[in-house]
């Protein structure tokens, strides 16, 4: 698709959809029902095949007034812009996308994606960090 057709508002719209391309890819090869970490070394051989960089296992600390009170490891940060957690199951919980943007707020990223992997298909979820939209 050539970028002139996506949304003006939608961010990374193409690297999202390179993202979303991988997760569709795994799935389409491996199919549904297999553990979270599989679908992780997958995911990494299919964002690598795509010419992505990425750092897989981020590690963020979480700091208050200079002094580490907890760390997060992200799956994957994708080209300094994107986080990408994986799941397994289609419902996501409201924890779960909660988590996801506490990443967004801890790193000051502005786009996270989910990708659930369930018996049906990958299905990409977005989540936004609305405080560094404009």
Known sequence: MKSNVWKKDLLYPELSYTINGALFDVYKELGGGHKEAYYQKAVAIALKEKGLSY??????PLTYKGISVGKYYLDFLIEDKIILELKRGKLLSHA???????????????LAIIGCFTQQGAYPRRIINHDLRS
């Open 55 to 60: 750092i897989e296992q981020y590690y963020v």
């Open 96 to 110: 779960m996308i909660e988590q996801t943007k506490q990443y967004l707020i801890a790193t000051k990223l502005k």
